[in-house]
């Protein structure tokens, strides 16, 4: 049973530039979310994806950022015209979706670096 | 929504025990715990349903009061192991997890 698992591990940047994160959840789980983590805090709910419909996005997610989900599967996040607030440490988790536990399983998460 | 954490920090020797608790000012469906060491990924420990029940690791108890929306976790007779930030996420229904700042906890020898 692999766990969830995320592209690139890090990734640095120059302002301006856009940067792609791909997540592969654990093969049976139907729902996949994103959150951002700063230093000190908890993750930050960005948005969540039901198999392939995204349901909801958090007004942190401005429209620089879009996420995808195609066919259910793994998802990416992109990120356009990066800014040094966007450093950060981004997180993707996945559950199964069913039944009243819904219990979210993290990657190591994408640690961005914007300069 | 953002659940507050209590205490902020703790360090205890191993074998000793503490609680540390998660508070929410709205209804909650469910808490989630997870323990973060530096530099990796939070690591599900429990869920706990309005209601009762509750579901993670064998090792690990944690309570549900949902009169007053507060959850708290035990430490019991830690181990070194048991070092890292703790948060709780809660649940207020809506598929979506908001956590609280997190408990650090250091177990020393």
């Known amino acids: 049973d692999t766990g969830v698992s995320q592209d690139p591990r890090h990734k640095i940047t120059k302002r301006g530039q856009n940067v792609t994160f791909r997540c592969d959840p654990i093969s049976e789980h139907n729902r996949l979310y994103w959150y951002r983590q700063t230093l000190g805090q908890g993750p930050e709910f960005l948005t969540y994806?039901?198999?392939?419909?995204?349901?909801?996005k958090s007004r942190l997610l401005s429209d620089r950022f879009s996420a995808e989900r195609p066919k259910g599967s793994f998802s990416t996040l992109e990120i356009q015209r990066t800014e040094q607030g966007d450093s950060a440490m981004y997180l993707c988790a996945s559950s199964f979706g069913q039944g009243a536990f819904n219990e979210q399983f993290f990657g190591p998460g994408t640690r961005l670096t914007v300069l | 929504q953002q659940p507050v954490q209590s205490p902020q920090a703790v360090i205890l020797r191993e074998g000793e025990d503490a609680v540390i608790n998660c508070s929410s000012s709205?209804?909650?469906?469910?808490v989630h715990w997870y323990r973060q060491k530096h530099g990796e990924a939070p690591v599900f420990l429990m869920i706990l349903l309005k209601g009762g029940e509750q579901k993670g690791h064998d090792k690990i108890s944690a309570s549900f009061n949902e009169k007053k929306q507060q959850s708290s976790l035990y430490l019991t007779a830690s181990q070194l192991s048991y070092s890292g930030t703790y948060f709780c996420g809660s649940d207020y229904g809506n598929n979506r997890l908001a956590f609280g700042k997190g408990n650090q906890v250091v177990v020393i020898p």
């Open positions: 994806f039901q198999n392939e419909a995204q349901l909801e």
């Open positions: 709205k209804a909650l469906y469910s």
